[in-house]
């Protein structure tokens, strides 16, 4: 498994988690906070876009149902 893409993909998926458990930059800018979860959630379907075919099927099933938790778990398990 080529690491890079997933690396990627973890990257982003933990900015995601990141952006959504910051309550202080929500409570300062809301819109602002939207936009910065919107930025990266399409960064994550590029990225997904992108990962080597077959995507493993656990991990494909993760990201098409935006499991977003479980799909960086499956990649910190699997890299």
């Known amino acids: 498994m080529d690491a890079t893409p997933?690396?990627?993909?973890?990257?982003?998926?933990?900015?995601?988690?990141?952006?959504?458990?910051?309550?202080?930059?929500?409570?300062?800018?809301?819109?602002?906070?939207?936009?910065?979860?919107?930025?990266?959630?399409?960064?994550?379907?590029?990225?997904?876009a992108a990962l080597p075919k077959p995507v493993p099927g656990d991990l494909a099933h993760y990201i098409q149902r935006a499991s977003y938790e479980k799909a960086l778990a499956w990649l910190e398990a699997h890299g």
């Open 6 to 48: 997933y690396t990627a993909l973890a990257a982003a998926l933990r900015e995601r988690l990141a952006v959504i458990a910051d309550r202080e930059f929500y409570a300062r800018d809301p819109a602002g906070h939207l936009e910065k979860l919107k930025s990266v959630s399409e960064q994550i379907t590029t990225l997904a």
